[in-house]
């Protein structure tokens, strides 16, 4: 569990998503109050439960980039889903005791391959001394080669010594890379499996089998030859011997750990399981969803392929648009499992005008890297930002407010002209001033039912 403050979590999520700063506060307190329970004596750290937070705002305002932007700041397991891809137990589709047995099987994929290269060194001279074992195989003793009939003959010792020593010559100029092209038979475990259709209504999870292990113990293990270069060949093996190196057993307590002690799962578009018609009956996609998802967020016991995982304290962030209904729409039950709700803000002019410029990642940035590779340099001065911004705020207005999203929409049909003729221009620097937006953009600015259609 990463050890950041508060204060530096805000900070790091400050590079990269413009305002929000209550959805920050509140997500930043929520991982550091994961770090303070590992630290309360044990007796009490099973008591305390995760607060769950609720992300209230429109499309387009952050709530899944702060989600994305945590993935990368902490060594927490996380998992984004999207609620409506689940549907009510006993009927096709996805239960949602999945998004439990995915967030296991990400973090036992993730640490594999975090003890793959911790294991790497060691695996790399195994692995050469395989490829030296193929370079210079051991002698046929079953023939009648007097120099090899016995251990302790004079023959025997001196043809030993002088295989020893070219072994040694052979070693360094693999390691100088001078038998890189040379080929070599290789023979590798055929990894392919047989194509095994199953139909069941409750997905392939329900079943509690890998049947891909299961395949691979009963199924004998074929074996297929290959002539391959030298250092193809080493990066083959090395892989295969950090695989035999890794102990799976070991990852596999590890990973269940981390979920379940560190464990955090984004639930995305939780306002579409709301039902906006109660009169209609039950709604395998809303309601029902919702009863499912109560006994997952309180803690409960999930069974996947690596056995029981307990979702006690793995902590959930929701969000959601909340256009159609209200978070107060929840069955009561599933309300109360999220304590703290956050309302992001709308994105006007200025915040519009500094996601322009200010992020790591802002698109300005973006689209002047992309040009850069035709050998163009492309300037945005001021006056530009502004008018972008100006606009973006007047389209979500007129029409559906998507939030900084209608940055890429006006900002793919700006640049539309300059990204297919840049390979043919002789000029090597472009200034993106106001009357180039205006130009480019002139178009559809009076024309309401044409920027509702283009943009």
Not at 277 to 304: C, K
Not at 308 to 334: Q, Y
Request: glycine residues 6%.
């Amino acid at each position: 569990m990463s050890d950041l403050k508060p204060a530096q979590i805000v900070k790091e999520l400050d590079k990269y998503i413009i305002g929000q700063a209550k959805a920050k506060r509140s997500v930043a307190i929520a991982l550091r109050n994961r770090w303070r329970r590992r630290q309360v004596p044990e007796e009490m750290r099973d008591e305390i439960a995760p607060k769950n937070i609720i992300l209230i705002g429109p499309t387009g305002v952050g709530k899944t980039e702060i989600a994305r932007r945590l993935a990368r700041l902490t060594d927490s397991p996380f998992f984004k889903v999207e609620a409506s891809k689940f549907t009510e137990v006993g009927y096709v589709g996805r239960d949602v005791e999945s998004m439990v047995r995915d967030l296991v099987e990400l973090t036992v994929n993730d640490l594999k391959i975090a003890e793959r290269e911790a294991v790497r060194e060691k695996a790399a001279g195994r692995a050469e001394e395989r490829v030296l074992d193929i370079l210079l195989p051991e002698p046929d003793v079953s023939g009648h080669d007097d120099a090899y009939t016995t251990d302790d003959t004079p023959q025997a010792a001196v043809a030993e010594e002088r295989r020893a020593s070219t072994r040694e010559k052979l070693r360094t100029m693999l390691r100088q890379g001078r038998l890189d092209d040379r080929y070599i038979d290789l023979e590798l475990l055929d990894k392919s499996m047989p194509v095994v259709e199953i139909f069941s209504n409750a997905g392939l999870e329900e079943l509690g089998v890998n049947f891909k292990d299961m395949f691979s113990g009963l199924l004998p293990k074929n074996k297929k030859r290959r002539k391959v270069k030298v250092s193809e060949a080493l990066q083959i093996l090395t892989d295969e011997e950090a695989q035999d190196l890794v102990d799976m057993d070991k990852v596999v307590r590890k990973a269940v750990e981390k979920v379940e002690q560190s464990g955090i799962i984004f639930l995305d578009e939780i306002d579409k399981i709301v039902a906006t018609n109660r009169a209609s009956g039950p709604d395998v996609s809303r309601e029902g969803v919702q009863r499912d998802l109560l006994p997952i967020v309180e803690g409960s016991t999930v069974m996947t392929k690596y056995g029981p995982v307990k979702t006690d304290h793995i902590l959930f962030i929701a969000s959601g648009a909340f256009h159609m209904c209200k978070p107060s729409d929840l069955i009561p039950e599933l309300q109360g499992r999220f304590p703290i709700r956050v309302e992001l803000d709308s994105l006007g002019r200025n915040e519009f005008a500094r996601i322009l410029t200010e992020p790591e990642n802002a698109l300005t940035l973006q689209y002047a890297e992309l040009i850069r590779t035709e050998g163009i340099n492309i300037v945005f001065d001021s006056e530009a930002v502004d008018e972008i911004a100006r606009m973006a705020e007047e389209v979500n207005q007129n029409t559906e407010n998507i939030g900084a999203r209608r940055l890429h929409t006006l900002m793919e049909y700006l640049l539309e002209d300059l990204l297919f003729e840049a390979p043919d221009l002789d000029t090597k620097e472009v200034v993106i001033d106001r009357a180039y937006v205006n130009e480019r953009l002139k178009e559809i600015r009076g024309n309401e039912d044409l920027s509702r259609f283009i943009l």
